[in-house]
């Protein structure tokens, strides 16, 4: 039952540090290591050559966007953070954890959404020609693929990864 129990918990830990790196956004790569994400935003918008009205349409777009998803991000933080003190505890309680883990999933599966709901008005306001830059800019700065990171780039560029944040995986389960 011990054993059972501890396997649970360390495959917990790597899928959750597996989600907190790829949850904090793509890693940036040498060319953009210094600029800002308003500055990348600026050149993505200068790069598609948009209408006043397909910029100012955007602007709107990514507004709500981000009222949207910083909400999910602070509440997917705080279950972190819950899962983390729960975890520290002498005698972590399963049930718990995996209630934690239910309503992490649950707001991760939120934010996906919201980005989705995102990529598909951003398309909307986009002419084809213009959304065909739009995805080469996503996979460029996603490193593959939209809404994908690159492990690779963890290797490469600045290190964007926040403080404290799992660099590889716990290691396996002592065998009996």
């Known amino acids: 039952m011990k054993r059972k129990v501890f396997l649970v918990i360390v495959a917990s830990l790597l899928v959750f540090s597996l989600v907190y790196v790829f949850a904090q956004g793509p890693m940036m790569n040498k060319e953009n290591c210094h600029k800002g994400k308003g500055m990348q935003m600026r050149e993505f918008i200068e790069d598609l050559d948009l209408t006043p009205e397909q910029e100012s349409k955007l602007v709107d777009i990514k507004f709500a966007h981000q009222q949207e998803i910083l909400p999910l991000q602070r509440d997917l933080e705080k279950k972190r953070l819950e899962f983390k003190a729960e975890l520290e505890k002498e005698n972590p309680n399963q049930q718990v954890l995996d209630k934690i883990s239910d309503e992490m999933s649950a707001l991760m599966g939120k934010i996906k959404k919201s980005k989705l709901h995102f990529l598909l008005s951003m398309k909307s306001v986009l002419t084809p020609e213009q959304w065909k830059k739009a995805k080469e800019h996503f996979m ?28 590889a995986p716990p290691p396996p389960p002592p065998q009996e």
């Open 140 to 167: 460029e700065r996603e490193g593959g693929g939209l809404g994908h990171n690159n492990r690779n780039e963890m290797r490469k560029g600045c290190k964007m990864m926040p403080q404290g944040a799992p660099m």
